[in-house]
Nanobody, 123 residues
């Protein structure tokens, strides 16, 4: 079983940057697909980015070109670099992991979730 803990959220102005980190424990994320999702107030949780246990990455159209997902299997961490932030990026951000090396866009494909970290972008 994998435990995930996010960090790095906070308050930032429009156009600013933040880097989220997700620390995994319990077992290695090697061999697992990983992802970030986000949930804005009053909305459903939505896909942001995913990374296979390899080089394949997926991004939602709303963050493509601004966000970059990364992973470090040796350190057992997952990262999300967020640049050119907009007020509509305000949400709670969750990291997730799924057994098997492939990446996926659907939250039902992920078995393990962190508790989330708040990102607020002021206008």
């Amino acid at each position: 079983q994998v435990q995930l803990v996010e960090s790095g959220g906070g308050l930032v102005q429009t156009g600013g940057s933040l880097r989220l980190s997700c620390a995994a424990s319990g077992r290695t994320i090697r061999g697992y697909g990983v992802a970030w999702f986000r949930q804005a107030p009053g909305e459903e949780r939505m896909f942001v980015a995913a990374h296979s246990d390899g080089i394949i990455t997926y991004y939602s159209d709303s963050v493509k070109g601004r966000f970059t997902i990364s992973r470090d299997n040796a350190k057992n961490t997952i990262g999300l670099q967020m640049n050119s932030l907009k007020p509509e990026d305000t949400a709670v951000y969750f990291c997730a992991a799924r057994p098997g090396p492939s990446a996926a866009r659907l939250q039902d494909d992920y078995d393990y979730w962190g508790q989330g970290t708040q990102v607020t972008v002021s206008s």
